[in-house]
């Protein structure tokens, strides 16, 4: 008697083992082209997220500042999230840019550090300032500058007024703070002077080194307030129409904490 062996046709060269590494393999390159492609894309739209969540945060905390400077509001209080970054304050003391009015022969206000809030992120390599009532930023590996949000300078062409405010940041030192922070502000003594028969106004910006934010108060004092400016250690400009009265208002805003 003769013992057949049945098989299934089809099954030549199949084994689990073969089988099972293709399988692995696969697996194995889908997380790795996971890793190398999708992983650097989602951190780079969560640290561009993070940016523009700062920006307006920071805009929040310019609006909270104006309440300050020109509501009179003793203290404003906001929490926010610095993703990716920190959050410093610098005192006017210490850091900061400087600004000097004068007409060529007063100095309605010798040159005056105004300490500035600072976010600063090594991941977006992006730095953006509050400083003297207006928002800037600058990318860390490129050239030049943007405001993002204006100070509030004025001319009244009818009166030939002009009212500069010049915003001081101080604080107890330089305070820092990353992740979750509730900034506090307090508004500080206030400085007003009023000056008639004004001969022109000259604004000086001298910017705090390795923070140069120079373009973007050019394009704004060049811009919006019709000046001519020239030179960058100090931006010279000069207002291009005639002033009967200047009116400068120097407020102090206290950092308490961050």
């Known amino acids: 008697m003769t013992n057949k062996t049945c098989r299934k046709t089809g099954d030549d060269g199949v084994s689990e083992s073969i089988g099972f590494l293709l ?6 390159v889908g997380i790795g082209l996971v890793t190398l492609y999708g992983y650097p894309l989602l951190l780079q739209q969560q640290t561009s997220a993070d940016e523009q969540i700062m920006e307006k945060n920071m805009i929040v905390l310019q609006n909270d500042m104006k309440s300050l400077a020109y509501k009179t509001v003793p203290y404003k ?3 926010l999230n610095i993703g990716g ?3 410093t304050a610098y005192d006017s003391t210490i850091t900061g840019p400087r600004f000097r009015i004068y007409d060529g022969i007063t100095e309605f206000l010798p040159e005056n550090r105004t300490g500035d809030l600072r976010y600063y992120s090594t991941s977006a390599g992006v730095d953006i300032s509050l400083q003297n009532g207006a928002v800037v930023m600058r990318k860390l590996v490129e050239s030049g500058s943007t405001m993002l949000a204006q100070p509030r300078w004025f001319y009244d062409a009818q009166t030939e007024t002009m009212v500069i405010n010049v915003i001081c940041l101080n604080s107890n030192g330089n305070i820092s703070r990353a992740g979750v922070g509730t900034v506090q502000m307090e508004l500080g003594e206030p400085y007003y002077a009023v000056y008639n028969g004004v ?3 000259f604004i000086d910006y001298t910017y705090d080194s390795g923070q140069d934010y120079t373009n973007g108060w050019n394009n704004y004092l ?5 000046m001519t400016c020239g030179g960058s250690q100090p931006l010279t400009c000069v207002f291009n129409k005639p002033i009967s009265t200047l009116v400068i208002k120097k407020t102090n805003i206290i950092i308490k904490s961050i």
């Open 23 to 28: 399988i692995f393999t696969m697996v194995i």
């Open 199 to 201: 001969n022109g106004v």
């Open 77 to 79: 209080e906001t929490m």
């Open 85 to 87: 970054g920190s959050l």
């Open 222 to 226: 060049t811009n919006t307030m019709d």
